[in-house]
Every structure is written in structure tokens, then in C-alpha cells.
């Protein structure tokens, strides 16, 4: 009883979801004069790599303006509201100054030089570089059409199961290999620091920070809201290529991969959902990795892979710091008292929990046993260090 | 005519003998307190500070025209007042002298501090009350809300509902709660609360916090390098003095205590039993269960109350640039990781004691309960049960702010501390170290 409300959500969006992406190949929004997948260096440094870029251009014009219209309609619904026009300017407005912020760690900037340095590998790698490991699969979402990728993505084969089978028994053997060893190896770090689409939804958070706009916080129920439509969008991935359509569609990641690559390609739903997610994005955080369907399916291995978050039950004062900043929304990690392991299926091993701790080795992320990165009060106290005369940093 | 002249009299008279008892009393307690041996470099500031507010009877150090707001309990963000250009001053109160004439105002069965603040504020003769545009009560327990209500007759008040568990829903209430206090805060101080004085704010309370991070770790590494009345007296202080100016004033300490380690000096060459000072807030001048301790041959190596250690430890971590993220965050550090025992569900007090344990190697704890503070005796009875798994001895020392029963305590912690040294190994012959 307790799962027949969720089920029912599940299968409701499932099968929107499904027909949405059933024909979203069938609306192109925006069709170039000749599509055309071929693409070359030459190209991507000629004048008509702008023109394949039009594509990308209305998805960014649309987020930008999308975003705009939603801080100015909040601005109005609180100006208009008796109890928070007093605060609807101090909360939306330009602001002068900045937070005080702790000083940079090295995670964070390796996490983002990784997922910059795969980025590029998983769009422009292969012209570059060469094909010359392109049989390996890494689970991520990044477009697989984009036939320039150094690495391809499992993503391809993991909503064609049904190609999958057709194919010589080394390929499926090395599918198999690379997609499980990575995932193995990895878990759904592969999120955090190698996923493109991931990267992106962080720049736009990165934007939404240095705007010091007002995000959207979820709370409990509402992360516990989202779980059905993970599941449907699971079994969309999986299971619609038997139906005849595939996740490929209406993917997010179709829409910006290979227009990214220097192809001229139409545009279709699928650029308008990469538009919502990136304005997810901005007002919260890693909005799409809450209902990813990859990062699903990676979750499950979250009890075997290499990477895990530690916890010293002791040190952790619960001051729920980890729980606010985590963008995946796991309470778990500062609720618990007794595991020392509380990686979760849906961490994403960002670190920013770790980051944002501030008890002295509460929370650490292990590789394999290794300590990677470990909480410190005196880095998070390190935005508040006085000058060298004694006072305080205004 | 002359019954009013009479009247007046009288009155002038009690006042006088009110001030005189009060003034002796802070002062006693004061020169017990440096008195002690041991005190590290730099601690004058927060002496002079108690000094000013207690015995001189004189307003908090601000600059001419700023208002100032009264608080109680931890749970106001001092970040808000700063923000809104005022300074906040706790107004928990320790006073013996006070406590006397509130206990004709506040029944029998109310808990000291209440009937502290209900004497100064019926005499109307403390000036850090006085001076209060308004006070911020969280109501953390049923004292604290009837408190609420007297003082609403002579002064301006905002009570903050303190929910019973830490939950979502109820951070997003108390968020609510806190942008009602910044327009109270706004309209008093006619100062708009801004990102650019609120990020301001965060960075004073940082700073101060920033040293007391650094004071502690300090503490830690050497359970001998400060004497816990000492510490107790420079966190108390922390109330009546600007967190920045604060802020400081330790880092003097800081840097006193640096060079103790440096030089391998300690308040004392003996093995002195560490005690952990735990339950109802200790407030100057209502020192004498520390000073007992320290005076009977123990060591407050640590302490878990909300006047001490606990009140500036957690920081306000801000996880969004936004100023809503700033809201959220202090919501979030006021509520979560408070171990005070007005919420329904407490346990990760007891994670907090047992950490402190083993930081400061702790070897007995004494859990204070001010007579009538029904929430920390409700604890009591569990803590002892955790505590006894761990093999650590713990006594319940149930006082007021009467000085009547010193000599019963005086007993009960020496008998403590005997019991302790009983069971550590007995000392060995080492070469003897350079103290004080």
C-alpha cells in the first residue's frame, strides 16, 4: 500500500515520459540548411562551425531568458506579498559585497579540471587524438551520436539493448568489460567528476553563485517525490528500444554533444529539455542527476565500488552542514551514528559534503581504503582568518 | 506626601544596598578567579569586561548611538544584529543578588536564571538590561517563555518559537522566524539589513569563532595548558564584548598559549584529575563550581554548556551565496547541531559528551543542574547510564546561585576528585617541569 501511490506516479510518468520520446525525433524545431554529420578540424575552425553552433546558441538563449523571467516573476510574486516585499529586494536584488568563503581546496579544483579535461575528451577527443580507444564504454551521458568521441559512452548500448545482442561477441565482451570495470572502479564518481552533462549543470550552479541568486531548496518529501520518476525514466531507458523508440530521442545530451563537435544537426525536443535542465541546474543544483537513469542504474553498485564516504560517527556533531550543501539530498550522512560507511546510492561523490564540514575528520571520501580528501574545521574557518595585523577580514 | 517620601526612601535604600551587595559579590569572584594560578597572557581584556559590566556596573562597549539587543540562549543569530548595525548582549545572568529579589517575583520551583533576570529587571538597576532597545527570547523551555511575559511589561521583546525536533519543516519554520526578527531588528535599529552587513556579520561572528577554533585546539593538544575557570571566563565574556573585539582579545591568548606549548610550560606539574563540566549554563558570577574544582586539585578540561564552549562552537556554514542561503544557514546552526535539551530527541548530546571524552582524555564528568532546570535534569539519567559504559565516573551536582551550599559542594567534588585519583595509576617520580 505504502508503494502503490509511488508505483502508480512511476507508471504515469513512464508512459508520458515514453511518448514523448516515442516521437520527439518527429518535431525538428530547427533544421539546418543540410544536415550534415561530418566534421573535421578544418571545420571546427572555419566559420561554418558557427553556424553548425545555432543550435546551441537557442538552447543557451532560451535558458538565459528563462532563468531572467523566473527571478523577475519571483521578484514580483514577493514584492507582491505583504510579509516578504520588505526582504524582495535584499533577496533579488544586485548585491555589493560577497560571503565570506573558505580558500580554495585541491579536491575541489581536481574535480573540476577532471571533468573539464573529459569534457573535451568526450566531445572533440577523437579528432584530436585519434579513435584509437573508442571500443572502451564509460558510463556517462554524452552523446554517443557524436561519432568523434574518444571513449564511447555505455549510455548507446545500454537504451539499444536490443542492437546490443546483435553485435560480434568481442564487442558485447568488451562493452560489458569497460562499462562494469568503470563502474566497478569508479561507482558513480563517474558522476561527479567525469559526466559532461554534469559538468554543465555545475557551471550553471557555479552561475547562479556568483550571481548570489536565490536557488530552490528541496526538502525531504520533495526529494522523496522525485524517486518515481526516476524509476519511470529507468524503465524508459531500458525498455522503450523493445517498443521500437529509445531513450537516444529525447536525451538531453543528444541536443549539445554533437552540434558541440562541429555536426549540423536539427534541433529537437531533446534541446528543449536540455533548456529545462539547465535552468534546473541553476536554481538546483545537479537537478537532472536526481532522476538520471544512468546514475541509477551505477547506484546500484554503490556497495561494491572503490569509492566511498567515511564517516567518524564520533567528531560528526550533526550539524547537518553536509546535508545542506549535498546536491543529491542524502540525509542519511548526517543522521547516522553507527555505519563508518554512509555512501549512498544516490551520492554522486561530489565532496561537497566533505567540503562544507566543519568537525575535523567527520567526513573523509576513500578510494580503495586510501584517504582522498578528509574534512578540516581550519579550512572551513579559513574565509574567517585575520590579517596579519590581528583584524578580522572586512 | 510623606508616606511617598517614605516610599522613596525606602526604595532608594534597597537599591543601594542592592548595588552594594551586587558589586561584592562580582568582585569576590573575580579576584577568587585571578586568584587561581595559572592564567595565560592577555586574559585582562575579558577581566576588565566582567569587571565593567559587574562590578562597575556600566554599558557594553559599543560606539555612541548603536543600539544594543538583548539575547538569551544560543539560538539568536548574533550574525542578524551585527547585520543590522546593532551588538547583542546575552542576558542569561548568574547573579546571586538578583536572584534573591526574583524569587519573590518568579515561583518557588523556577529555575535560577529566570529569577535572576526577574530581579534586575524588576530593580531596573542592572544597566546591560536597561539599555536593551529589545530582547530576543527563544522560548527553550516553559521558564523561559513566563519570562517572556513578564518582561514584555517594562520592555520591548520578540520571542522565537523553538521547535521540539530539528527536522525540515522545521528549519523552514524557523527561517520564517528569523526574517520576521530582521524586520524587529530593522524597525528598532532603523538600519536596513542588507547582503553586503549581513555577509559583514557573518564575518565578525566568523572571526570570533576563527579564534575559538584555534583556542581549543590548543586546549586539546595539552589538557594542562589552561585552567577551565579561566576559559570559563573568557567564553562568559564573549557576551558583553562585540564578537570582533572578542575575537581579538583571544587571539593574544591564542598566541600566549602558543608559546606554552612552545616552551613546554603548563599550569601545573601534577597529574591533576580532568574533569568535563557538563548541563545547566554557568554564568559569571556563578562560578563557583568550576573555581571548586580547580581549587580542590581537578582540572575543567572541558566543558558542554551553553554559556562555554558549546555556545560559539558550531559555525554558520554558508553552502549558498544567496542571502537566503545566509538565512538558511543560520537556521541551519541554530537548530541542528545544538545539543540543548529543549528538543524531544537529544541523543547526539550524548555523541558530543563522548567526544569530548576522549579529545580532552577526560576522567570524570560533573553534570550541574541549577535547581528547577527540569530539561537538563531530565537528561541526566541517561547520560549516567552512557557514561557508565564507558567507565567514567559522573556526579549530579544540584545547586543555585545561593552560596549557602559551598561548603556540601566543596565535599561532594573533593570526595570527586578523590575517587578519581584513586583510580589513575599513582604517580610516578618525573623530573620535575617548570610551572607557574
Redesign the interface.
Known amino acids: 500500500m505504502k508503494y502503490l501511490k509511488k508505483i502508480v506516479i512511476a507508471s504515469v510518468i513512464f508512459i508520458a515520459v515514453g511518448a514523448i520520446a516515442y516521437f520527439a525525433y518527429l518535431f525538428p524545431f530547427y533544421e539546418p540548411e543540410t544536415s550534415d554529420f561530418s566534421t573535421s578540424i578544418e571545420k571546427l575552425l572555419s566559420a561554418d562551425y558557427l553556424t553548425a553552433l545555432i543550435p546551441l546558441f537557442i538552447i543557451i538563449g532560451l535558458t538565459a531568458a528563462g532563468i531572467v523571467l523566473v527571478i523577475v516573476l519571483r521578484k514580483a510574486l514577493a514584492k507582491a506579498d505583504k ?2 516585499s ?2 524582495a529586494d ?2 533579488t ?1 544586485r ?7 573558505q580558500k580554495p581546496v585541491w579536491f575541489m579544483i581536481l574535480r573540476w579540471t577532471i571533468m573539464i579535461v573529459f569534457a573535451f575528451i568526450a566531445i572533440w577527443g577523437g579528432l584530436i587524438f585519434g579513435m584509437g580507444i573508442s571500443a572502451l564504454s564509460v558510463p556517462v551521458l554524452s552523446c554517443p551520436w557524436n561519432t568523434e568521441e574518444m571513449t564511447s559512452s555505455s549510455c548507446y548500448y545500454l537504451s539499444h539493448l536490443n542492437e546490443l545482442f546483435e553485435l560480434p561477441w568481442q564487442s558485447i565482451l568488451i562493452f560489458f568489460a569497460s562499462t562494469i570495470g568503470f563502474i566497478l572502479l569508479l561507482g558513480r564518481a563517474i558522476c561527479g567528476f567525469l559526466c559532461p552533462v554534469g559538468l554543465m549543470q555545475d557551471i550553471m550552479d557555479k552561475n ?3 550571481t ?4 530552490i ?1 528541496l ?3 520533495m526529494y522523496g517525490a522525485v524517486t518515481p520518476a526516476r524509476w519511470a525514466l529507468v524503465l524508459v531507458f531500458i525498455g522503450l528500444c523493445f517498443a521500437g523508440g529509445n531513450f537516444c530521442n529525447f536525451c538531453p545530451a543528444v541536443a549539445v554533444s554533437p552540434v558541440l563537435a562541429g555536426m549540423s544537426t536539427s534541433l529537437y525536443i531533446s534541446g528543449f529539455l536540455m533548456v529545462l535542465i539547465l535552468m534546473a541546474g541553476f536554481f538546483k543544483r545537479r537537478a537532472f542527476c536526481m532522476v538520471c537513469p544512468l546514475g541509477t542504474i551505477m547506484g546500484f553498485f554503490h556497495k561494491i565500488s572503490l569509492f566511498r564516504i567515511k564517516k567518524d ?9 553536509c546535508y ?2 549535498c546536491p543529491m539530498g542524502i540525509k542519511m550522512i ?1 543522521t547516522e ?1 553507527e555505519k563508518v560507511n554512509v555512501t549512498s546510492a544516490n551520492c554522486i561523490m561530489c565532496g ?1 559534503c566533505i567540503r ?1 564540514c ?1 568537525e575535523d575528520k567527520a567526513l573523509s571520501m576513500t578510494c580503495a581504503g586510501i584517504k582522498l580528501y578528509t574534512s578540516s ?2 579550512k ?2 579559513s ?4 590579517d596579519k595585523t ?5 | 506626601m510623606t508616606e511617598s517620601i517614605k516610599h522613596e526612601n525606602l526604595k532608594q535604600r534597597q537599591d543601594k544596598r542592592f548595588i552594594n551587595k551586587e558589586t561584592q559579590t562580582a568582585a569576590k569572584y573575580l579576584r577568587r578567579m585571578k586568584e587561581l594560578s595559572g592564567a595565560p597572557e592577555g586574559m585582562e581584556p575579558f577581566y576588565d569586561t566582567l569587571e565593567r559590566i559587574y562590578v562597575d556596573m556600566e554599558y557594553i562597549e559599543k560606539k555612541p548611538g548603536q543600539k544594543t539587543i538583548g539575547t538569551y540562549c544560543v539560538m539568536t543569530p548574533p550574525e542578524l544584529i551585527y547585520a543590522s548595525g546593532a551588538v547583542p548582549v546575552k542576558l542569561c545572568s548568574g547573579n546571586y543578588t538578583a536572584f534573591s529579589v526574583g524569587e519573590n517575583i518568579a515561583p518557588r520551583d523556577a529555575c535560577p536564571l529566570v529569577k535572576a533576570v526577574a530581579g534586575f529587571k524588576q530593580t531596573g538597576l542592572m544597566p546591560i538590561y536597561e539599555d536593551c532597545s529589545i530582547m530576543v527570547i527563544p522560548i527553550t523551555c516553559d521558564c523561559k517563555k513566563k519570562i517572556a511575559g513578564m518582561l514584555s511589561d517594562s520592555c520591548d521583546i520578540m520571542t522565537m518559537h523553538i521547535p521540539a525536533s ?4 522545521d528549519i ?1 519554520e524557523y527561517i520564517r522566524q528569523l ?1 520576521d526578527l ?2 524587529r531588528l ?1 524597525n528598532v535599529t532603523g538600519n ?6 549581513l ?2 556579520g ?3 561572528v ?2 570570533a ?3 575559538l ?1 584555534e583556542f581549543i ?1 590548543l586546549k586539546k593538544q595539552l589538557p594542562y595548558l589552561i585552567r577551565g575557570s579561566h576559559a570559563m571566563a573568557i567564553l562568559n565574556s564573549s557576551s558583553y564584548m562585540p564578537a ?1 573585539v572578542w ?2 582579545a583571544l ?1 593574544r591568548v591564542n598566541a600566549a598559549l602558543k608559546k606554552r606549548i612552545a616552551e613546554k610550560k603548563t599550569v601545573t606539574s601534577k597529574k591533576l584529575p580532568r574533569i568535563l563540566l557538563t548541563g545547566s549554563p554557568i554564568v559569571f558570577p556563578n562560578i563557583k563550581i568550576p573555581l571548586l574544582i580547580e581549587e580542590m586539585g581537578g582540572i575543567v578540561a572541558g566543558d558542554e554548556t551553553c554559556m562555554g564552549e558549546r555556545g560559539l ?3 554558520a ?10 538565512i ?2 543560520l537556521a ?2 541554530a537548530l ?2 545544538c ?1 540543548c535539551p529543549t528538543f524531544a530527541d537529544n ?2 548530546r550524548i ?2 559528551l ?2 569530548l571524552i ?1 579529545e580532552n582524555q577526560i576522567q570524570g564528568v560533573i553534570y550541574h543542574v541549577l535547581r528547577g532546570c527540569l530539561v537538563y535534569d531530565h537528561e541526566y539519567k541517561r547520560i549516567e547510564e552512557e557514561l557508565g559504559k564507558l567507565g567514567i565516573p559522573v556526579i549530579r551536582l544540584e545547586s543555585d546561585y545561593n552560596e549557602e551550599d559551598i561548603e556540601q559542594l566543596r565535599i561532594r567534588i573533593e570526595a570527586f576528585i578523590e575517587l578519581i585519583k584513586l583510580k589513575q595509576a599513582p604517580e610516578k617520580a618525573v623530573a620535575v617541569r617548570r610551572s607557574f
Do not use: L
Not at chain 1, 390 to 394: D, I, L, N, V
Open positions: 510579509k516578504q520588505r526582504f535584499a533577496r536584488g548585491h555589493r559585497g560577497n560571503v565570506p568563503k547562479r553563485q556568483k548570489k541568486t536565490e536557488g531548496k526538502n525531504e518529501k560517527t564520533q567528531s560528526c556533531t550533526e550539524c547537518g552542514a545542506e550543501a548526517y551514528r561537497e562544507c566543519p574545521r581550519k572551513i574557518m574565509g574567517y582568518e585575520p590581528g583584524r578580522y577580514a572586512k | 530539528r527536522n525540515d519543516d523552514d526574517y530582521m524586520e530593522e536596513r539589513i542588507t547582503y553586503e552587513s555577509s559583514n557573518f564575518r565578525k566568523g572571526y569563532q576563527y579564534e577554533s585546539r570582533d575575537g581579538r587571539h562552537w558550531d559555525p556554514v554558508i553552502t549558498n551565496d544567496s542571502f537566503d542561503g545566509m538558511r544557514a541551519n546552526r541542528r547541531p545539543p541523543s547526539q555523541y558530543r563522548k567526544q576522549k
